[in-house]
């Protein structure tokens, strides 16, 4: 099966730089990565999905880059804020019988200063 | 449109004991999923669903049953409660679009938090 591993497991930064997060995944059959913000105590929310006949995307502070060949996808956030603050999950999903099907990445903790 | 609806929000059951988890959605998505989340270790998949009447198994069934009988809703048996199985619980549901049936956006519940003492 699909195995989505995830990096750094915690990232500090100062509001106003960036933040990458990494991400690997093992199913050349993947098509579709999804990213999700967690807030404490709160259920994971998407903030931005590529798929893979794209290699870039972006919505305002936030973009997602996809290299198929190196299977690994990133996170970008840009000009940080402390309200970016969370838990951020990436993850999978594949074709087939595996629509609907997501494998997560193990989470990276963002803390953003002021 | 509620979304996903899971029921209860807390729990606590002792070593042994049985409980159904609810999840209902409304958007008339054909994949259903439920995941556990422990400290350290993401989502993990537990049972999931492409359509009423199709379960499968996920990365961690053990201890664990669904039946998808509409599309509405999925709910998840704990069969014999174990500590282990202490965690928060997510319910999600999506659909594919599109010839190929890309996958796109899943819609999570609020969770359930359940202690096994």
């Known amino acids: 099966g699909e195995n989505v591993e995830q990096h750094p497991s915690t990232l500090s930064v100062q509001e106003g730089d960036s933040a990458v997060i990494k991400c690997t995944y093992s199913d050349s059959a993947s098509n579709y990565f999804p990213w999700y913000k967690q807030e404490l105590g709160k259920r994971p929310q998407l903030i931005i999905d590529i798929r893979s006949n794209v290699g870039e995307k972006k919505d305002q502070r936030i973009a997602v880059t996809l290299n198929k060949t190196a299977k690994h996808f990133s996170l970008h956030i840009t000009e940080t804020q402390p309200e970016d603050s969370a838990v951020y999950f990436c993850?999978?999903?594949?074709?087939?019988?595996?629509?609907?099907?997501?494998?997560f990445g193990q989470g990276t903790i963002l803390t953003v200063h002021p | 449109n509620a979304g996903v609806t899971q029921t209860p929000k807390f729990q606590v059951l002792k070593t042994g004991q049985s409980m159904t988890l609810q999840c209902a959605q409304d958007?008339?998505?054909?994949?259903m999923s439920w995941y556990r989340q422990d400290p350290g270790m993401g989502l993990r998949l537990i049972h999931y669903?492409?359509?009423?009447?199709?379960?499968d198994q996920g990365e961690v069934p053990n201890g664990y049953n669904v039946s998808r009988s509409t599309t509405e809703d999925f709910p998840l048996r704990l069969l014999s409660a174990a500590p282990s199985q202490t965690s928060v619980y997510f319910c999600?549901?999506?659909?594919?679009?599109?010839?190929?049936?890309?996958?796109?956006?899943?819609?999570f519940g609020q969770g359930t938090r359940l202690t096994v003492v």
């Open positions: 993850a999978a999903s594949g074709g087939g019988t595996s629509y609907g099907k997501l494998t």
């Open positions: 958007m008339n998505h054909e994949y």
């Open positions: 999600a549901s999506s659909y594919s679009r599109g010839l190929g049936g890309v996958p796109t956006e899943a819609f």
């Open positions: 669903s492409v359509g009423a009447g199709i379960t």
